[in-house]
């Protein structure tokens, strides 16, 4: 079964300084990776997705996503955290099947001035 | 419509009751899910559709929690016979089409049981 682990439940940075979200997964079979972002009171917003396309993911608002195989890895980074930044963050799996996502338990970043 | 729409956005229930909660996915939007995210937490599958055929029902927690999509757009998740632990934020997402990742989700129903 498909399975993602945050590393990290809260990181916190201050502005301009770089962000890692840390995230492993566990899948029998290349996956489908993602990661969501969830502002305060707002729904959730897909950042970046990798299907197997290429290893470098970019996403949205300057974040970016590496897949590594021979580490079961996909995390999440950007080099300058702005307080807008600040949010929850998901790590995702899609199953075999195309059907449903399964999310990770979540990183909350927090951004200091 | 312009987003995924949930109403209520609060419900406040006691222990025993019935609820249904409601969910409007973006017009034209062939995928609809449901997912139940409590504090703190990662969201949680429950089920989800493809028109108005569901898919995928394993996530449902028992057979007290049932959701149908009879038209192929609105959804309906009802939970009979409420209990506290399925206090939660309830979920709706929507996607263009059945093989597409990118998912739109709604702002959500806080269902609160007393």
């Known amino acids: 079964a498909q399975s993602v682990t945050q590393l990290d439940s809260h990181v916190s940075v201050s502005e301009g300084t770089p962000v890692l979200l840390r995230c492993n997964y566990s899948?029998?079979?290349?996956?489908?990776l993602f990661w969501y972002v969830q502002h305060p009171n707002k729904g959730l917003q897909l950042l970046l997705k990798?299907?197997?396309?290429?290893?470098l993911v970019k996403g949205i608002n300057g974040f970016e996503a590496e897949f590594k195989k021979s580490e079961t890895s996909f995390h999440l980074t950007k080099p300058s955290a702005h307080m807008s930044d600040a949010a929850e963050y998901f790590c995702?799996?899609?199953?075999?099947?195309?059907?449903?996502?399964?999310f990770g338990q979540g990183t909350e970043l927090s951004v200091k001035p | 419509g312009a987003g995924v729409s949930q109403s209520p956005r609060y419900k406040v229930t006691k222990r025993g009751q019935d609820v249904a909660l409601r969910c409007d996915p973006i017009?034209?939007?062939?995928?609809l899910y449901w997912y139940r995210q409590a504090l703190g937490q990662g969201p949680e599958f429950l089920t989800y559709?493809?028109?108005?055929?569901?898919?995928?029902k394993s996530g449902l927690p028992n057979d007290r929690f049932s959701a149908e999509r009879p038209e192929g757009s609105i959804s309906t998740l009802t939970i009979q016979r409420t209990e506290q632990r399925d206090s939660a934020m309830y979920r709706c997402?929507?996607?263009?089409?059945?093989?597409?990742?990118?998912?739109?989700f709604g702002s959500g129903t806080q269902l609160s049981v007393l």
């Open positions: 997402a929507s996607s263009l089409a059945a093989t597409n990742e990118k998912l739109f």
């Open positions: 899948s029998s079979y290349s996956p489908s």
């Open positions: 990798y299907t197997s396309a290429a290893t």
């Open positions: 995702v799996v899609r199953t075999l099947g195309r059907g449903k996502l399964i």
């Open positions: 017009s034209g939007h062939v995928s």
């Open positions: 559709f493809n028109y108005e055929a569901q898919q995928d």
